[in-house]
């Protein structure tokens, strides 16, 4: 299998200077060279429904250049030059994919997570100061219009809403019922702004150039990323056109060039408004001339796509897909019984580790080995990445890519400034340098602390804000993080969200909120509250009051625990590894105690190679054996634990 294995293989590749490496001058060209190697080939086939997987609309490069065309020269109609942004609303549908090459063609493309609530929408579009929003036309069982309502006359610098039709998708009697419906319904408007149908203005642009005149420089603003930040203060990481042409030539490192492997087809299940579908499932087969198959508008969350997923990669013989843990938990309660799973090559995880239980099950029911990766918005998406084909040792987030300096380094703990490259399997920071690392958040206020100035007269590292560790053999491991983001099933959840919400109660004095692990989503948000004196607060009233307030439907905490201090620091801040310590502990024991077993305290202790630990003392009746009985009740969790030896 191509791809490099170990450090060595990646002295190899470097050896040829990366300036003497091909490039594409920007994503537009990229994609040109990638639709050049095959015209007719498919580029893409949008899979609606998954309860009808074999059922799809197909592209080729041709048709798919023709798209791509059209929509940079309607932005560029609309007046959208090089520093002017397009934001897109949209499930994951062809037309969404078209917007994120063609609007980077015109201006700078900002992909909008549709699930957020309105106000923090208007939020990240006033802070990108967005110009044109491409979005959803209204459609029965979706509320994406209806949040445009709302928002639209919080932006002031909106001037073009573009609507994106699913009809036209639908299967001919289903086509006929929306269209009736719509003989009572007025043609979409929002008041003070030009809304136009996406479609209807695409047929009438010319699909064989560019009719803008525009040179596209490496260094332009290509995207920006929203990546968190609290209400009314969104982080916007923007990316350069450099940036995603070198992270995206990178992939044929790991799987090999498009003559070395021939057609590859590629599956789209995450959203593409995260970094990982944009660069994983879009730039990279199309740069490639490989074929995308796009799972349903809501990706792995659409019916049947999962519960269907070893149909789909039979019949559209499906080479690689990436996920996030709770996507291939989901996989292993699907048979794959009398299906032909052998196109499958490359399955990779992100977002949030995988347990080793999850991973050797994976495998021996596919013959598939998950490649575990590591990267972030900041970073172009991919950083490290178990080799392919290989056996990584457990645990290991895998080798740095080619061409990216990722290293441990130890930073003083009060002042943030570097101190010293870590020793091998010592714990420290995961600082990343290269041509793939942004160049600072959007907004200047949050760009304290985020780069590191080693001393070695180069360009300074991007402060991951995770705890990590190298082994001797190069592998990275992730020990824990600084960063405080909650992390559920690869969605990012900015803990501030649930704090400023739930302190807003006027009984709530203090709030923490943590991750508690899951088994399958990694982390679910939970909080930690003091009252205020003298009032009675509940945990169900805060959870209600919760689910009002917060904005991010993900970020709603599944439970809220009213506590009579919370652990503080010497300078009075909340010490949450504390309270994340004890979280560990009481899932872990009411976990086991539910299994049957009889459980002593447990103690979580730090470790300087495997961050947090659990030591577990536990019995159970005459004649159980404990070890696998706590390995089964542990199944899916990613923290580690260890036995004490009265429970051997």
């Given at each position: 299998?191509?791809?490099?294995?170990?450090?060595?293989?990646?002295?190899?590749?470097?050896?040829?200077?990366?300036?003497?490496?091909?490039?594409?001058?920007?994503?537009?060209?990229?994609?040109?060279?990638?639709?050049?190697?095959?015209?007719?080939?498919?580029?893409?086939?949008?899979?609606?429904?998954?309860?009808?997987?074999?059922?799809?609309?197909?592209?080729?490069?041709?048709?798919?250049?023709?798209?791509?065309?059209?929509?940079?020269?309607?932005?560029?109609?609309l007046?959208?030059?090089a520093?002017?942004?397009?934001?897109?609303?949209?499930?994951n549908?062809?037309?969404?994919?078209?917007?994120?090459?063609?609007?980077?063609?015109?201006?700078?493309?900002?992909?909008?997570?549709?699930?957020?609530?309105?106000?923090?929408?208007?939020?990240?579009?006033?802070?990108?100061?967005?110009?044109?929003?491409?979005?959803?036309?209204?459609?029965?069982?979706?509320?994406?219009?209806?949040?445009?309502?709302?928002?639209?006359?919080?932006?002031?610098?909106?001037?073009?809403?573009?609507?994106?039709?699913?009809?036209?998708?639908?299967?001919?009697?289903?086509?006929?019922?929306?269209?009736?419906?719509?003989?009572?319904?007025?043609?979409?408007?929002l008041?003070?702004?030009?809304?136009?149908?996406?479609?209807r203005?695409l047929?009438?642009?010319?699909?064989?150039?560019?009719?803008?005149?525009?040179?596209?420089?490496?260094?332009?603003?290509?995207?920006?990323?929203?990546?968190?930040?609290?209400?009314?203060?969104?982080?916007?990481?923007?990316?350069?056109?450099?940036?995603?042409?070198?992270?995206?030539?990178?992939?044929?490192?790991?799987?090999?060039?498009?003559?070395?492997?021939?057609?590859?087809?590629?599956?789209?299940?995450?959203?593409?408004?995260?970094?990982?579908?944009?660069?994983v499932?879009?730039?990279?087969?199309?740069?490639?001339?490989?074929?995308?198959?796009?799972?349903?508008?809501?990706?792995?969350?659409?019916?049947?796509?999962?519960?269907?997923?070893?149909?789909?990669?039979?019949?559209?013989?499906?080479?690689?897909?990436?996920?996030?843990?709770?996507?291939?938990?989901?996989?292993?309660?699907?048979?794959?019984?009398?299906?032909?799973?052998s196109?499958?090559?490359?399955?990779?995880?992100?977002?949030?580790?995988?347990?080793?239980?999850?991973?050797?099950?994976?495998?021996?029911?596919?013959?598939?080995?998950?490649?575990?990766?590591?990267?972030?918005?900041?970073?172009?998406?991919?950083?490290?990445?178990t080799?392919?084909?290989?056996d990584?040792?457990?645990?290991?987030?895998?080798?740095?890519?080619?061409?990216?300096?990722?290293?441990?380094?130890?930073?003083?703990?009060?002042?943030?400034?570097?101190?010293?490259?870590?020793?091998?399997?010592?714990?420290?920071?995961?600082?990343?340098?290269?041509?793939?690392?942004?160049?600072?958040?959007?907004?200047?206020?949050?760009?304290?602390?985020?780069f590191?100035?080693?001393?070695d007269?180069?360009?300074?590292?991007?402060?991951?804000?995770?705890?990590?560790?190298?082994?001797?053999?190069?592998?990275?491991?992730?020990?824990?993080?600084?960063?405080?983001?909650?992390?559920?099933?690869?969605?990012?959840?900015?803990?501030?969200?649930?704090?400023?919400?739930?302190?807003?109660?006027?009984?709530?004095?203090?709030?923490?909120?943590?991750?508690?692990?899951?088994?399958?989503?990694?982390?679910?948000?939970?909080?930690y509250?003091?009252?205020?004196?003298?009032?009675?607060?509940?945990?169900?009233?805060?959870?209600?009051?919760?689910?009002?307030?917060?904005?991010?439907?993900?970020?709603?905490?599944?439970?809220?625990?009213?506590?009579?201090?919370?652990?503080l620091?010497?300078?009075?801040?909340?010490?949450?590894?504390?309270?994340?310590?004890?979280?560990?502990?009481?899932?872990?024991?009411?976990?086991?105690?539910?299994?049957?077993?009889?459980?002593?305290p447990?103690?979580?202790?730090?470790?300087?190679q495997?961050?947090?630990?659990?030591?577990?003392?536990?019995?159970?009746?005459?004649?159980?054996?404990?070890?696998?009985?706590?390995?089964?009740a542990?199944?899916?969790?990613?923290?580690?634990?260890?036995?004490?030896?009265?429970?051997?």
């Amino acid at each position: 299998m191509p791809g490099y294995q170990s450090l060595a293989d990646l002295a190899a590749i470097e050896q040829t200077p990366l300036r003497e490496r091909p490039s594409a001058p920007n994503t537009f060209a990229m994609v040109e060279q990638g639709a050049a190697l095959n015209p007719g080939a498919l580029a893409l086939r949008f899979v609606l429904n998954g309860e009808q997987p074999t059922r799809s609309t197909d592209f080729t490069y041709a048709q798919v250049l023709d798209r791509l065309h059209q929509t940079a020269n309607l932005l560029h109609e609309l007046g959208v030059g090089a520093t002017d942004v397009v934001s897109y609303l949209l499930p994951n549908l062809p037309e969404t994919a078209f917007t994120f090459i063609g609007a980077q063609a015109a201006g700078i493309v900002n992909p909008i997570n549709p699930l957020l609530e309105p106000a923090q929408i208007a939020d990240i579009l006033n802070a990108c100061g967005t110009k044109v929003l491409v979005t959803l036309r209204a459609f029965p069982k979706t509320d994406i219009w209806q949040k445009v309502e709302a928002l639209a006359a919080l932006v002031p610098t909106l001037e073009t809403v573009l609507t994106v039709d699913l009809r036209p998708y639908l299967p001919l009697p289903q086509r006929l019922a929306v269209g009736a419906l719509r003989l009572a319904q007025a043609t979409p408007q929002l008041p003070g702004r030009r809304v136009l149908d996406f479609g209807r203005e695409l047929r009438r642009q010319p699909a064989d150039r560019l009719t803008s005149g525009r040179t596209i420089a490496s260094t332009d603003a290509a995207c920006y990323f929203h990546t968190g930040g609290t209400t009314g203060t969104p982080k916007i990481a923007p990316l350069t056109h450099r940036n995603l042409t070198f992270i995206t030539g990178l992939t044929e490192f790991m799987t090999g060039t498009a003559a070395e492997t021939g057609p590859l087809v590629y599956f789209c299940g995450l959203p593409m408004f995260h970094i990982n579908g944009a660069v994983v499932t879009i730039c990279a087969p199309w740069s490639m001339g490989h074929t995308l198959v796009l799972g349903s508008p809501a990706g792995y969350r659409g019916p049947g796509i999962v519960a269907n997923f070893w149909e789909l990669v039979e019949h559209y013989r499906i080479t690689l897909f990436s996920g996030v843990p709770t996507v291939f938990s989901r996989l292993l309660e699907v048979p794959t019984t009398g299906r032909d799973l052998s196109s499958l090559q490359y399955a990779i995880c992100g977002a949030a580790p995988l347990s080793r239980e999850l991973i050797l099950e994976f495998e021996r029911r596919t013959g598939l080995r998950i490649a575990e990766g590591y990267g972030s918005t900041e970073c172009s998406c991919i950083n490290t990445l178990t080799p392919f084909g290989g056996d990584g040792p457990a645990g290991s987030i895998g080798l740095r890519l080619p061409y990216q300096d990722v290293r441990i380094g130890v930073l003083d703990a009060q002042t943030g400034l570097y101190q010293r490259p870590a020793e091998p399997n010592e714990s420290g920071t995961i600082l990343i340098r290269g041509e793939n690392v942004f160049r600072g958040y959007l907004q200047a206020g949050h760009n304290q602390g985020v780069f590191v100035d080693v001393g070695d007269g180069q360009a300074p590292f991007f402060n991951t804000g995770d705890l990590g560790r190298q082994d001797a053999h190069g592998y990275f491991y992730i020990t824990g993080r600084q960063k405080e983001l909650i992390i559920r099933g690869g969605h990012n959840i900015d803990p501030r969200l649930i704090e400023d919400a739930l302190q807003q109660h006027p009984g709530v004095a203090l709030a923490a909120a943590i991750g508690s692990p899951d088994p399958d989503a990694g982390e679910l948000p939970v909080a930690y509250v003091t009252r205020v004196p003298g009032h009675a607060v509940t945990e169900a009233e805060l959870l209600t009051f919760a689910a009002a307030h917060i904005s991010e439907r993900a970020a709603v905490p599944k439970r809220i625990y009213l506590a009579d201090e919370l652990p503080l620091t010497a300078i009075g801040k909340i010490f949450k590894p504390a309270l994340l310590k004890q979280e560990i502990a009481r899932v872990f024991t009411q976990r086991l105690t539910q299994a049957g077993l009889q459980v002593q305290p447990i103690l979580v202790r730090d470790d300087k190679q495997l961050g947090l630990v659990a030591e577990i003392d536990a019995t159970g009746p005459t004649g159980t054996d404990v070890a696998p009985a706590v390995q089964q009740a542990l199944k899916g969790y990613t923290v580690p634990y260890v036995l004490r030896p009265a429970a051997g």
